[in-house]
């Protein structure tokens, strides 16, 4: 009888052995499919295009100057492992940015088909929403209004006022130019993006320029608490002290 019970015993023992060593590579396999898609699914953030500092009296300057103020952002550059900015001129009057995948159109949308681009083509917040889901324009018609987050990723901040942007591939920028990011304060306002790097908000009826955009919407404002003093920013993949 002690020999029956032991023999149960060691298969039941065997068992739960074996149970274990399959939940705990069940759960390895699921973090690791977790993390691959994650790892895969952000975007990293590219760097403002600012390579000069200021002195002390505000007048620009090279960065290596002796007595400026540090840790300005023209201190850190691409040899410090910032991703730049990295454009392709399509050639049918698109770009693609070679950091998020997303389509551009080159040039500000010419919303009254004259040929030219002038305060004409600028519109309500509403018409540049109906303008890009209904356009049809080099192969794809999947367009539509892009966030203000990405609207900024296009912005070169090393490039006075309104004069251009990264690479200089997109066309020349002249605008303030609709997002389709809400104003969480006010149902009526949206946020628009200037090409000197400037956004805010707008009531919806203001008249702003229009460039669309083509490719997934990043999740930027979710994040992943990791219960250590740090959170994971999904749409970045970048870690911030949580306090």
Same mark, same amino acid.
């Given at each position: 009888m002690k020999f029956k019970v032991n023999n149960v015993c060691n298969k039941i023992g065997r068992k739960v052995r074996t149970i274990k060593v399959h939940f705990i590579w069940g759960v390895f396999i699921f973090l690791l499919s977790v993390n691959i898609a994650f790892s895969a699914s952000y975007n990293p953030l590219p760097d403002t295009g600012q390579h000069w500092?200021?002195? /002390? !009296?505000? @007048? $620009?300057? +090279?960065?290596?100057t002796a007595g400026i103020p540090q840790g300005q952002d023209g201190h850190y550059d691409a040899a410090q492992g910032k991703?730049?900015?990295s454009f392709t001129d399509n050639g049918?009057?698109?770009?693609?940015?070679?950091?998020?995948?997303?389509?551009w159109?080159?040039?500000?949308?010419?919303? /009254? !088909?004259? @040929? $030219?681009? +002038?305060?004409n083509d600028k519109v309500t917040r509403d018409e540049a929403v109906a303008y890009c889901e209904n356009l049809e324009f080099a192969g794809h018609s999947n367009w539509r209004l892009p966030t203000r987050w990405e609207l900024q990723t296009i912005v070169d901040r090393g490039i006075d006022s309104f004069s251009g942007s990264s690479s200089s591939v997109f066309n020349e920028f002249l605008f303030n130019f609709w997002s389709s990011t809400e104003y969480a304060d006010d149902n009526n306002k949206v946020w628009f993006v200037g090409?000197?790097?400037?956004?805010?908000?707008?009531?919806?009826?203001?008249?702003?320029?229009?460039?669309?955009?083509?490719?997934?919407?990043?999740?930027?404002?979710?994040?992943?608490?990791?219960?250590n003093g740090t959170v994971v920013d999904i749409s970045t993949g970048l870690m911030w002290q949580q306090d």
């Amino acid at each position: 009888m002690k020999f029956k019970v032991n023999n149960v015993c060691n298969k039941i023992g065997r068992k739960v052995r074996t149970i274990k060593v399959h939940f705990i590579w069940g759960v390895f396999i699921f973090l690791l499919s977790v993390n691959i898609a994650f790892s895969a699914s952000y975007n990293p953030l590219p760097d403002t295009g600012q390579h000069w500092c200021v002195d /002390n !009296n505000n @007048n $620009k300057v +090279d960065c290596s100057t002796a007595g400026i103020p540090q840790g300005q952002d023209g201190h850190y550059d691409a040899a410090q492992g910032k991703v730049q900015p990295s454009f392709t001129d399509n050639g049918d009057g698109t770009v693609t940015d070679n950091n998020s995948g997303l389509i551009w159109q080159q040039a500000a949308a010419d919303m /009254n !088909n004259d @040929n $030219k681009l +002038d305060d004409n083509d600028k519109v309500t917040r509403d018409e540049a929403v109906a303008y890009c889901e209904n356009l049809e324009f080099a192969g794809h018609s999947n367009w539509r209004l892009p966030t203000r987050w990405e609207l900024q990723t296009i912005v070169d901040r090393g490039i006075d006022s309104f004069s251009g942007s990264s690479s200089s591939v997109f066309n020349e920028f002249l605008f303030n130019f609709w997002s389709s990011t809400e104003y969480a304060d006010d149902n009526n306002k949206v946020w628009f993006v200037g090409y000197g790097g400037n956004n805010t908000s707008a009531l919806k009826a203001k008249h702003y320029a229009v460039r669309c955009v083509v490719g997934a919407s990043n999740k930027v404002g979710s994040y992943i608490d990791n219960g250590n003093g740090t959170v994971v920013d999904i749409s970045t993949g970048l870690m911030w002290q949580q306090d």
